[in-house]
C-alpha cells in the first residue's frame, strides 16, 4: 500500500501544492485499516478545521490517480481503500470494512469477446464483491 509520502507526491506530480490540509488527509487515510468513506475523513479531521471541499477533491484526485479505489457500495454512495496502482478488483466485508484485493481479473476474458462482436470499445471496468469476511461471520457458516 502507498505511505504518505508517496501519496503527498503523487498530489505535487498532478500539480498540487503540499499544504497543511492536504497532508492531514493523506496522513489520516493511511491510518485507516478498511475501507472508509469521505465522511469518516471529514468526521476526524473536522476538529483541525479542514473543510469537506478539500476532503473530497484530495480524495477524488487520489482515486483518479488510481491510488485510491473508489468502492460502490450502493445506493449511488461509495467509500474508499488506498491501492496499489494495478488493475484490481475487491471483495468487500459489510462488517468490519475490510478489503480484500483479488489479483485475478476474468471480466475482460467473459466480456471482450461479446464486446468485441457487437462493436463495443471497452473502456474499463470495476468489480466489487461484498460479503462477511471470516472474523465477522457467525460461528455456525465457518467450515
Not at 50 to 58: L, M, N
Not at 89 to 114: A, F, K, M, N, S
Amino acid at each position: 500500500m502507498p505511505e504518505s509520502e508517496e501519496l503527498l507526491a503523487a498530489l505535487r506530480g498532478a500539480g498540487l501544492r503540499s499544504t497543511t490540509s492536504r497532508r492531514a488527509i493523506v496522513e489520516q487515510i493511511t491510518r485507516y485499516a478498511g475501507s472508509f468513506t469521505a465522511q469518516d475523513v471529514c468526521r476526524d479531521l473536522e476538529p483541525r478545521g479542514i473543510g469537506r471541499a478539500t476532503v473530497f477533491r484530495t480524495l477524488n484526485v487520489l482515486a483518479d490517480l488510481d491510488l485510491l479505489n473508489r468502492l460502490h457500495i450502493g445506493g449511488g454512495c461509495h467509500s474508499y481503500s488506498l491501492c496499489d496502482p494495478y488493475h484490481h478488483h475487491h471483495l468487500v466485508c459489510t462488517g468490519c470494512g475490510q478489503v480484500i484485493p483479488l489479483e485475478v481479473c476474468l471480466i475482460d476474458q467473459q466480456v471482450r469477446p461479446v464486446a468485441d462482436e457487437v462493436g463495443f470499445l471497452v473502456e474499463g471496468h470495476h468489480m466489487e464483491v461484498f460479503g462477511r469476511c471470516a472474523s465477522c461471520r457467525p460461528s455456525e457458516e465457518h467450515g
